[in-house]
């Protein structure tokens, strides 16, 4: 599903010969399972969603996650010249007036896990960046209200993170900080 | 803040007193960012202090009967009209995801299908297309599978509406609504546990078709819940519909209008009750929705009133397309015959020694996906269920992720209570029928 059959025409104007990496909206595409998946960098973000939702009928913002790449040892599907980082911030956008889907791949580094809320294109997405904050640890700028929201307030670590142990956690209790 | 308070307050996830919202804040709970113009921004941003004074926060929840299981909502009241809502949320959080990544792909489908406990067999069809689309056999499924499981989805979309009829009845006090929504889907879960062996929870659909073949006798009994729950539809119309307690409770209440609906990324009953005629089954087909006949029902005023109506109308439209399925129903495989994913059948493994091997082989390591990540989406009761996959090329998704409808939609609640009576609150948070296993994941 979420075929996508005017893929080719739209990258048709930038086609200069076979090595030109294939772009879209101005940022390179790449193609995974017959979906389109676009890679802006964090500063296009913004832009590019805005410019989608406005131009090209892209007016719900679906769904927005992370990966963290930490411990990925397959070949990362990434347009040429572009260098994987550890974490990857995912948006699903769709048009409801052209049937499409849009999948936005960013890549954010370790050592600056920051990306650009969305939270002034589409409100929709506040709960849904809260929770990648609370499981990645990927602080979202501009966001009103960047707080935890799965997990209990105090939690140290961020759970969905390669490096968090799956099991062995020390029950952690509230409040009881001496208790005799 | 003093030590008590320390002691008891669950932290910045709760909402902050009115005198430490900033204006950009006040402006976010009156829905500026969607619709607000410059002069009332204006106007609600240099509220003078005294009467901000006047408010109360109210915490509903986790422990209320009609929070449908562990919402919090913390509301801001001015006398009994709702100012702010800030739903927290989290308190069934077990960390699924995380489950996800230790467990194969033949296994993925018994994790997911505990999210959305009203509806796991949506869970479990998108997990399964999900990894079918990263393997690359989603056009190999067989005829007959892909009609098992629509059969199933929409046996299992009725038994959710018919929960949501319940227990929306039950809210607003229509508690002989709450008692009859429980009988009949009670009848659709036997008819569940008939085919899958359980009544939730299935793990019936798995990746590569379905967990078996249809049992003996299972037409008459689909059919015999139908005819059941087909007089017993009107019936609920005769009791709710023309009640006027009913439609002075449910409408004009918690009113979405299409393009708020949108930018919150609504999806489901509540898109459809704006007059907006999206459902994934009509717009993106898959399975094998693209050859019956069902409409999607849209209401025109984004009220609760609407968001009832378009539930119960769905159901006759499930029933409907259960009637074609019972006609269309092919013969044949109800799993893939790909040795890859389908273990061998139980007469080979007792004269085959190989069949044994692959068997166990499949069952402890799995099998292997190629490398990759997908998106799929199905629609399920509540509305958009999509599944987020990326596999690094062994039995183990490195990634799953659920997007689900609830935790979505539960963002219009704001919206939707604000300037409302408190005695609404309870019927806006049973219209948009929110389950918990699948926000807090």
């Known amino acids: 599903m979420a075929e996508v059959p005017d893929a080719e025409e739209a990258a048709a104007p930038e086609e200069g010969g076979r090595d030109e990496p294939e772009t879209r909206y101005g940022v390179p595409v790449t193609h995974s399972r017959g979906q389109v998946v676009l890679h802006p960098t964090r500063e296009q973000l913004v832009d590019l969603v805005r410019m989608l939702r406005d131009d090209e009928d892209f007016r719900v913002c679906v769904d927005v996650t992370a990966v963290d790449y930490l411990t990925y040892e397959a070949h990362r599907d990434l347009p040429p010249g572009m260098t994987g980082?550890?974490?990857?911030?995912?948006?699903?956008?769709?048009?409801?007036?052209?049937?499409?889907?849009?999948?936005?791949?960013?890549?954010?580094?370790?050592?600056?896990?920051?990306?650009?809320?969305?939270?002034?294109?589409?409100?929709?997405?506040?709960?849904?960046?809260?929770?990648?904050?609370?499981?990645f640890g990927?602080?979202?700028?501009?966001?009103?209200?960047?707080?935890?929201?799965?997990?209990?307030?105090?939690?140290?670590?961020?759970?969905?993170?390669?490096?968090?142990?799956?099991?062995?956690?020390?029950?952690?209790?509230?409040?009881?900080?001496?208790?005799? | 803040m003093t030590a008590t308070e320390s002691y008891f307050s669950e932290g910045t996830q709760e909402m902050g007193p009115r005198k430490g919202a900033s204006a950009a804040e006040l402006l976010r709970e009156s829905g500026a960012v969607l619709r607000l113009s410059e002069a009332e921004a204006a106007r609600l941003a240099d509220l003078p202090p005294e009467e901000q004074e006047q408010t109360m926060i109210l915490n509903m929840g986790p422990q209320h009967p009609s929070?449908?299981?562990?919402?919090?909502?913390?509301?801001?009241?001015?006398?009994?009209?709702?100012?702010?809502?800030?739903?927290?949320?989290?308190?069934?959080?077990?960390?699924?995801?995380?489950?996800?990544?230790?467990?194969?792909?033949?296994?993925?489908?018994?994790?997911?299908?505990?999210?959305?406990?009203?509806?796991?067999?949506?869970?479990?069809?998108?997990?399964?297309?999900?990894?079918?689309?990263?393997?690359?056999?989603?056009?190999?499924?067989?005829?007959r599978a892909q009609w098992i499981r629509m059969l199933l989805c929409e046996l299992n979309r009725m038994s959710s509406h018919l929960l949501?009829?319940?227990?929306?009845?039950?809210?607003?006090?229509?508690?002989?609504?709450?008692?009859?929504?429980?009988?009949?889907?009670?009848?659709?879960?036997?008819?569940?546990?008939?085919?899958?062996?359980?009544?939730?929870?299935?793990?019936?659909?798995?990746?590569?078709?379905?967990?078996?073949?249809?049992?003996?006798?299972?037409?008459?009994?689909?059919?015999?819940?139908?005819?059941?729950?087909?007089?017993?539809?009107?019936?609920?119309?005769?009791?709710?519909?023309?009640?006027?307690?009913?439609?002075?409770?449910?409408?004009?209440?918690?009113?979405?209008?299409?393009?708020?609906?949108?930018?919150?990324?609504?999806t489901g009953p509540i898109l459809r009750s704006t007059g907006v005629p999206w459902d994934l089954r009509k717009e993106q087909p898959y399975l094998r929705y693209d050859e019956v006949e069902f409409g999607v029902v849209v209401g025109a005023h984004g009220d609760c009133f609407d968001r009832y109506a378009i539930r119960l109308a769905e159901v006759r439209e499930s029933m409907g397309i259960v009637r074609q399925i019972l006609d269309k129903m092919p013969k044949g495989d109800y799993r893939i015959q790909d040795r890859k994913v389908t273990p061998p059948p139980r007469a080979r493994i007792d004269e085959s020694m190989e069949a044994l091997i692959h068997h166990f082989k499949l069952f402890t390591e799995g099998f292997k996906v190629p490398e990759g990540e997908v998106y799929v989406a199905v629609e399920s009761p509540r509305g958009e269920l999509g599944c987020y996959l990326v596999s690094d090329g062994s039995s183990v998704p490195y990634r799953m992720h659920i997007r689900g409808p609830s935790f979505v939609n539960l963002q219009t609640l704001p919206h939707m209570l604000r300037g409302g009576?408190?005695?609404?609150?309870?019927?806006?948070?049973?219209s948009v029928d929110p389950i918990m296993g699948e926000v807090d994941r």
């Not at chain 1, 052209?98 to 589409?122: K, Y």
């Not at chain 2, 036997?190 to 073949?213: Q, S, W, Y």
């Not at chain 2, 119309?237 to 990324?265: K, S």
Request: aromatic residues 6%; glycine residues 8%.
């Open chain 2, 421 to 430: 009576m408190i005695a609404d609150a309870v019927a806006v948070i049973s």
């Open chain 1, 85 to 135: 980082e550890r974490f990857e911030v995912v948006v699903n956008l769709l048009s409801h007036r052209r049937r499409e889907r849009l999948r936005l791949r960013v890549q954010v580094p370790a050592d600056d896990p920051t990306c650009p809320s969305l939270f002034d294109v589409h409100p929709g997405t506040e709960a849904m960046e809260r929770e990648v904050y609370d499981m």
């Open chain 2, 164 to 266: 949501f009829l319940a227990t929306n009845g039950m809210d607003l006090g229509a508690v002989s609504m709450m008692i009859y929504g429980w009988r009949e889907r009670e009848e659709t879960l036997r008819l569940l546990e008939m085919i899958t062996g359980l009544r939730m929870n299935h793990n019936f659909i798995r990746p590569g078709g379905v967990a078996a073949d249809l049992p003996d006798g299972w037409r008459d009994a689909v059919l015999r819940v139908l005819d059941l729950v087909e007089p017993r539809l009107d019936e609920y119309e005769v009791l709710m519909n023309g009640q006027p307690i009913w439609r002075e409770r449910l409408q004009g209440v918690g009113v979405i209008t299409a393009e708020e609906a949108i930018a919150l990324g609504a």
């Open chain 2, 67 to 143: 929070t449908h299981g562990v919402l919090r909502l913390m509301l801001e009241l001015e006398g009994e009209t709702i100012l702010r809502t800030k739903p927290v949320i989290g308190y069934l959080h077990t960390g699924m995801e995380k489950t996800g990544e230790v467990l194969t792909y033949a296994q993925g489908a018994t994790n997911t299908t505990r999210m959305d406990y009203a509806s796991p067999l949506f869970n479990e069809l998108v997990f399964s297309l999900a990894t079918e689309t990263l393997l690359g056999i989603q056009d190999d499924i067989p005829e």
């Open chain 1, 138 to 180: 990927i602080t979202f700028t501009g966001h009103p209200d960047m707080s935890r929201i799965l997990m209990p307030e105090d939690w140290e670590g961020h759970p969905l993170r390669k490096d968090y142990p799956v099991g062995m956690i020390p029950v952690q209790f509230k409040g009881v900080q001496n208790a005799r």
